[in-house]
């Protein structure tokens, strides 16, 4: 299984699926990611979390913790 925690700076890729339940499976959601989106990874924080990302034409931080649990093709 791949997740958006392990897609190089500068790369694409398009969710599968949210490895997550209640409120924070909402939350992810409510950010735009789902199931389809594609995602580019723009950069990672000097210290390596969050990383940035692109999707739906906007910018969003996100942290590896939570990028764990987004599956990615």
């Given at each position: ?36 989106t ?18 739906r ?17």
């Open positions: 299984m791949k997740t958006l925690k392990d897609i190089p700076v500068g790369k694409s890729a398009k969710v599968v699926k949210l490895h997550s339940e209640g409120a924070l499976k909402r939350r992810i959601m409510d950010m735009g990611i789902t199931r389809g594609t995602i580019t990874v723009r950069k990672t924080a000097p210290l390596g979390d969050p990383l940035e990302l692109t999707l034409g906007y910018e969003l931080s996100l942290r590896k913790a939570d990028a764990e649990l987004i599956e990615v093709e």
